[in-house]
């Protein structure tokens, strides 16, 4: 957690936003400007590496970039019988899937949270791979999510809330069918999901049950209607 800020060098230390941890003094010939990170959840961490060496090995213990996943790829991360939105979080499987973003790729897939990773078939994993593409370049182009304080570098909001149909809309009807979204805790983390949506299938029903919203499904390499639409209003 946590953000990286930017403050010129002629704003002065008064400028210094609470909850910053560190600061770097960048030197230029043209001027200087200072680097903050910030992190009141106080989730985030620095390290000190000795060598580039030394960052490939910690890079390691990351699941593949999540902007660039694809189904045949996630398909060899799901491992287990843990539910799949846990799952999603666990950095060590794919990296840079966070809490909203996987709320957000799951309803685009169609795919229940609580669904065990063992009952995805391939084609919804290969779905569920397009939905995360999906929903994190749009979430870029927006400048990200801001639900309380978050910027960018310069101090500028994000704006993919405006694009949620899902996260921190528990009780409000569903974007596509009306029917009320449901909020739970999974893994002690809020979770919003549409029941209709996102059904909840068992292993045996899966192979001739349809998928509950024939608009998600698309070929590897296009992205579902619903994620081109969310691109169009950032």
């Known amino acids: 957690t946590g953000t990286l800020r930017l403050r010129r060098e002629d704003e002065g230390r008064d400028h ?28 985030g961490g620095l390290r000190a590496l000795q060598s580039p060496a030394a960052l490939d090995t910690h890079w390691q213990e990351l699941g593949p970039d999540a902007l660039a996943i694809t189904g045949d790829e996630l398909k060899a991360r799901l491992r287990g019988s843990r539910a799949l939105k846990p799952t999603l979080l666990d950095q060590r499987v794919i990296a840079g899937v966070g809490n909203i973003y996987a709320d957000e790729a799951l309803f685009l897939a169609g795919i229940h949270p609580t669904r065990r990773v063992s009952s995805l078939r391939p084609s919804e994993i290969v779905r569920l791979a397009d939905s995360i593409r999906s929903v994190l370049k749009a979430s870029i182009q927006a400048g990200g999510t801001t639900l309380r304080d978050y910027a960018d570098a310069v101090g500028r909001p994000g704006g993919f809330q405006a694009s949620h149909r899902v996260y921190a809309r528990g009780g409000l009807p569903c974007a596509l069918c009306g029917t009320p979204l449901r909020t739970i805790l999974l893994a002690q983390r809020s979770t919003t999901f549409c029941n209709t949506c996102q059904p909840v299938r068992t292993p045996k029903a899966e192979a001739s049950t349809p998928n509950p919203h024939p608009k998600l499904v698309k070929s590897p390499g296009h992205q579902t209607r619903q994620a081109r639409a969310l691109q169009t209003r950032v």
Request: glycine share 8%; no cysteine.
């Open 16 to 43: 210094t936003p609470t909850h910053t941890h560190a600061l770097w003094t960048l030197r230029s010939k043209t001027g200087g400007t200072t680097l903050l990170f910030r992190d009141p959840r106080r989730f």
